[in-house]
């Protein structure tokens, strides 16, 4: 079965850090720039960082620039998103994407199709 499985979320304090995994099965990902993506209650979608296959090129949201890293490790296959000096508006589920057909900075930005998502992981930071 193709998909995707996010994982890591949970509660934490302002000021901690959470590493989301984004696990795929049934294809590899090293075709495929990957993106994680987050949505807070009452709020649109937004792109958080994305990755591409080739180069591995990242973009960030300014919003979590200096605070959060995108990696991939293509042989688990497996994208991590490292999420440090959390902050209380970063409470959302986080969506892990994948698409071959866009880069990094234009995924961040335009994900309404994007050919698979996974079901997401709530991270809610909170004192």
């Known amino acids: 079965q193709v998909q995707l499985v996010e994982s890591g979320g949970g509660l934490v304090q302002p000021g901690g850090s959470l590493r989301l995994s984004c696990a795929a099965s049934?294809?590899?990902?090293?075709?495929?720039?990957i993106g994680w993506f987050r949505q807070a209650p009452g709020k649109e979608r937004e792109g958080v960082s994305c990755?591409?296959?080739?180069?591995?090129?990242?973009a960030y949201a300014d919003s979590v620039k200096g605070r959060f890293t995108i990696s991939r490790d293509d042989a688990k296959p497996t994208v991590y998103l490292q999420m440090n000096s959390l902050k209380p508006e970063d409470t959302a589920v986080y969506y892990c994407?994948?698409?071959?057909?866009?880069?990094?900075?234009?995924?961040?930005?335009?994900?309404?199709?994007?050919?698979?998502w996974g079901q997401g992981t709530l991270v809610t930071v909170s004192s």
């Open positions: 994407a994948v698409d071959r057909f866009l880069g990094a900075a234009t995924m961040l930005y335009h994900h309404k199709y994007l050919e698979l």
């Open positions: 049934g294809f590899t990902l090293d075709r495929y720039t």
């Open positions: 990755i591409t296959s080739s180069d591995g090129s990242t």
